[in-house]
């Protein structure tokens, strides 16, 4: 198993928020780095549920951790604040920290430039409806022999969400796995169980 973590910063659409948020990337690096993570991409979202949203900075970091236990001791460690006091500035909010138990995950990690995303947020808030859920993805992508899909249920979140992620080569790849069998089998498993966000983000290696 592994645990992943999706980062959604939330960064003022100005162009010197933008840069000043930019420029505290260098803190980020090494404080995650102090912070034990094993391995990490970094970028933009560039399409959610079919929108480009290029245009509006919506900046995105992934991360693989040892266990939880580390992710936990980060977000109190003096490191964590030190970069939280240089990016408040150029933040319109607190980040969307997202932290998943997965099937093993390090190809997402190997440099491919894209990472094609679903959250799946149960309409029911039961752990047992999410849960249920999960089972109906793992099932419909053990059927299709899907071995290239990372998928898992939330750890840190008061209402458990799904994700399922995979990395992509480049766009002709992407619109195939957008009309992937494997996709819209999970989405007819799903029907309307959850609300479902698809998201792109271009992403590069960290450099850990």
């Given amino acids: ?15 010197e928020s933008i840069k000043g948020a930019q420029e505290t990337i260098p803190i980020a690096f090494k404080v995650l780095k102090e912070g034990g993570v094993l391995r990490g991409v970094a970028g933009v979202i ?9 245009g509006e900075f919506k900046e995105f970091i992934s991360l693989e951790w040892p ?37 093993p995950g390090a190809h997402l990690f190997a440099g491919r430039p894209l990472l094609d995303i679903l959250l799946i947020k149960p309409k029911n808030p039961s752990d047992e409806e999410a849960q ?16 290239e899909a990372v998928y898992g249920s939330s750890l840190n979140l008061p209402q458990k969400k799904i994700t399922i992620v ?18 819209q089998e999970i989405l ?3 029907g ?3 609300e479902v966000t698809q998201l792109v983000a271009d992403v590069k290696v960290m450099p850990f």
């Fill in 132 to 147: 249920n859920i999960l089972k109906k993805v793992q099932s419909t992508l053990e059927k299709l022999n899907d071995t």
């Fill in 166 to 183: 995979r990395a992509i080569a480049d766009k002709a790849e992407l619109d195939a796995a957008k009309n992937a069998t494997a996709r």
């Fill in 67 to 103: 266990e939880l236990s580390y992710f936990y001791k980060f977000v109190e460690s003096p490191g964590y604040a030190e970069y939280k006091a240089a990016a408040t500035p150029f933040a319109s909010g607190p980040p969307d920290l997202n932290v998943f138990e997965t099937n």
């Fill in 192 to 194: 309307d169980l959850a």
């Fill in 46 to 54: 560039i399409s959610e549920n079919g929108k480009d949203t290029t």
């Fill in 1 to 15: 198993m592994a645990v992943i973590e999706l980062i959604f910063p939330k960064i003022k659409n100005d162009p």
């Fill in 188 to 190: 007819k498993e799903i």
